[in-house]
């Protein structure tokens, strides 16, 4: 199925979000220029236009959302779908914000040194793209390439999309508040999570379709994977959370008054990861504390370091960021549950690889709060391949490790965590200023 929506900054928190805004927007760009001149018809989209009503039918009835209006549907193929993806790329982000996501994702240890953060994003979505609807132009886009029998649950989850923009406006989504990915992919959970329990029922409505989908994986399986298996984790598993973790979440919410109630949470969106890890949270509304205020401490870094980039890392980064190295998933989800909101800023100095990232991160108990501290403690160990100095107090610890000292903070509910910092500058004079 294709991957989709507005999602924008790499670095742990929104780290596949440009991903999805590439493909939110799909097409655009491309439909304009074939707009603007006739071009002939793919021969593949007679047949898929027939499918597309037929499919949008049964979908609205399964999901409970009466057809507003026709969705136009066609092919494309494997040429035209790229041009696409790379324009889309270059309108939704600069090459700063790319290379902002690339620094960000190798401070934390998340990809190797010699990553490139821009050609894999094009292979990974050529190769995982199957079917793509686009709210700008409220059509759908199959790939040509794709036998269309065995792709009619990707088509229903795909004119699900549809029909979310024609009663929702998933429009609302593309121009989403930079600097709160967290949330931006709690939303995204919503979008793709609706959709994607949309084509189970879809699918299990008849046997045959079963076949047909799994001759169709069988077929694909060998073929259209390398990408996304040879992917650092943490791209793999965050480009498939709104799937997984927002499937289960959207289940949740079903089973407390099935589709209408899957609608009303288009009102009242989920706030955070958090919520869609632990629905009761959002049944609670217990939502994150506001981190937009956050002090800038460039000046204090020296001449020429700035802000690359802030936003909030959730827990299911933090969780990710842990994992990399703990290598621990009850370990570490036990340190990344009772996050209660965070902000990180990624700064760049003078130099090349010049990179600090600062993180002040709030914890709904002191208990949570220690238990993150020494996770991320035991984590920048095994990172570093070095101990650390220990405070006195037992809340505080220090590294030297060639890409500048880390030190980490614990103070009452919030845990500080300076990374990053050189030689000529204290970094417990840059915890003070968070």
Known sequence: MSKKNQLRNLTAGGVVLLLFSVLLTAGAGVCAAQQAKPASINPKTTAI?????????????????PILRPVRSGAQTRAEIEQMLVRNLNENSTPE???ASETGLKKYGLVPASFQLRPFIIKLLVEQVAGYYDPKTQQFYLADWIDLDGQKPVMAHELTHALQDQHFNLRRFEK????????????????EGDATVLMFQYVTRSPMRQVELLKSLLKSGNTSMEQIDNAPRVLRETLLFPYTQGSAWVMQVYKRGGWEQVSLAYRD????????????????????????NWKNISNALGKGWKVADNDVNGEWSYYLILDEYLNSKEESQKAAAGWNG???????????????ITQKTFWDTET???????AYTKRTTKRYGTEASEAESGSMRQWKTREGSVMIELDGKSVLIVEGVPENIKAEDLLKML
């Open 49 to 65: 236009r027939e499918a597309t009503a037929e499919v949008l039918r049964e979908t609205s009835e399964i999901r409970k959302l």
């Open 97 to 99: 914000e790319l290379h």
């Open 176 to 191: 989403w508040p930079k600097h709160d990915s967290d949330a931006e992919l709690a939303a995204q959970s919503l979008v």
């Open 269 to 292: 969106l989920p706030k955070s990861t958090e919520q869609i890890m632990h629905p009761e949270k959002y049944f609670a509304h217990e939502a994150p504390l506001n981190t937009s």
């Open 342 to 356: 965070d902000r990180y800023v990624l700064y760049t100095g003078p130099n090349t690889g010049d990179a600090l």
């Open 368 to 374: 949570d709060a220690r238990e993150f501290y020494d």
